[in-house]
């Protein structure tokens, strides 16, 4: 288009581009410059940008006809295509950049659109200045009657009753002063404020957990907005044990050696049978399944044999084929194709946004040293909704991938990557 009309009007058509997750079409300016909505845009700025698009398309219908004429069979399908890259669905897909119109969804009507439909006849209904309404005459003021003015005294009565709820709720908030208590810790170090630690990004409702190491080396978990000592249990425990041995009461130097609570320790080991309730918690050892999988190698694309040119042989297409395009359905969501051939015929089918999938015929052939792929009807849907029969026509591009194009039969063309599907598809056809 740059070359056959000019790059001012291929400027007018922003370049469509598959979003990272693929689930969404990007549409992006072929220049910077602020964008304004059609419908954002005042009369004025409709009205240029309407002049100007409509000298846009006698250009490009020129350079339509000029193509059709000649004898190239690719320049007259080229130029079949220009006819239509001036349809698109609504004013929600104009835009000004800069002041100057660029399209969205070029080439496109709405599904339920008459093929006939003149998109900048459409326009040109918004374009048009609104007609102003008719001046409505100004109201006479309301003379406001003056009434009987109130003595000085009732505003001040009326002053005091508005303060005396300020002043109850100033009492009350006086009656309950706040006081902060530090927690002291095991080691005798006060704990800070709880407002004083920057809660961890995961912990939603803000609490903060403490870990505080307790003398027999097991850790307790203690709530950060707890305000009551923590160590009072261990202690307890360690100054009962040491008059159980009465034998170690006799003597009175090592007496300063039961502090160290050997004794304890074996009872702590008891405690670590109900760790088998938490060895329950080999889950943690299921975690390696969960584990995130590394990202899988991009499928390669589809890439036409020269052999499979000179001699017509199509065996090459043969397993399941995913088809990434500019299709959308009713919601506006792109769709997904996928062909499984054998020998020349196949199947195609079409997934759509709700996940419901829609299936017809295809046939693949070698024409005129091009790849050409057809469907045999139309692809019907479950709930009863048809999509018009298309066809792919893939050239040899850059080491031998295919360079692909499809089109419909009524007018309109989409760019089409063609990649090869997973192996577990060919392990089934392999299977039958």
Request: glycine share 8%; with cysteine; net charge negative.
């Amino acid at each position: 288009m740059y070359s056959q009309i000019g790059a001012d009007v291929a400027d007018s058509f922003a370049i469509p581009k598959r979003n990272d997750s693929g689930d969404r079409i990007d549409w992006y300016a072929p220049f910077d410059g602020p964008v304004v909505p059609w419908s954002s845009a005042t009369v004025e700025e409709r009205s240029a940008a309407l002049t100007s698009l409509q000298a846009m398309r006698e250009r490009v219908l020129d350079a339509a006809h000029r193509l059709k004429a000649e004898a190239d069979s690719e320049r007259q399908v080229f130029g079949r295509l220009l006819q239509h890259v001036m349809t698109f669905p609504d004013d929600q897909h104009v835009y000004l950049v800069d002041g100057r119109p660029v399209l969205t969804f070029w080439g496109f009507r709405r599904h339920d659109g008459a093929a006939s439909s003149d998109s900048l006849a459409m326009l040109a209904g918004t374009a048009a200045p609104a007609v102003a309404p008719a001046i409505a005459a100004a109201a006479p003021v309301a003379a406001v009657a003056a009434g009987r003015r109130w003595p000085w005294w009732l505003w001040l009565l009326l002053l005091l009753l508005l303060a005396l709820p300020l002043l109850f709720w100033y009492r009350s908030c006086q009656e309950v002063p706040r006081v902060d208590l530090p927690t002291t810790l095991p080691d005798g170090q006060p704990r800070l404020p709880v407002d004083g630690v920057e809660p961890r990004p995961y912990d939603v409702d803000r609490r903060v957990r403490e870990v505080v190491g307790g003398s027999d080396g097991v850790s307790d978990v203690v709530d950060g907005m707890a305000t009551e000592p923590v160590d009072t249990t261990l202690p307890d425990a360690q100054s009962e044990q040491p008059p159980v041995p009465p034998e170690d009461a006799e003597l009175s130097p090592p007496e300063g050696e039961q502090a160290p609570p050997e004794p304890p320790a074996p009872e702590t080991a008891p405690e670590q049978p109900p760790v088998p309730p938490d060895s329950e918690v080999p889950p943690d050892s299921e975690q390696p399944p969960n584990a995130e999988l590394p990202p899988g190698v991009e499928p390669p694309q589809l890439t036409i044999p020269p052999e499979a040119l000179q001699q017509g042989n199509v065996d090459f297409l043969n397993g399941r084929w995913n088809s990434n395009s500019g299709l959308i359905d009713e919601t506006g969501r792109p769709v997904q194709l996928e062909y499984d051939f054998n020998n020349g015929k196949g199947s195609v089918s079409l997934r759509r946004s709700d996940g419901s999938v829609c299936r017809g015929q295809v046939g693949a052939s070698i024409a005129q040293q091009r790849l050409v792929i057809s469907d045999q009807g139309q692809i019907r849907c479950p709930d009863g909704q048809v999509f018009e029969p298309s066809m792919v026509d893939c050239a040899v591009g850059q080491g031998g991938k295919a360079e692909c194009n499809g089109r419909y039969a009524t007018g309109g063309a989409f760019p089409v990557e063609i990649y090869q599907a997973e192996q577990p598809a060919a392990d089934s056809r392999s299977a039958q």
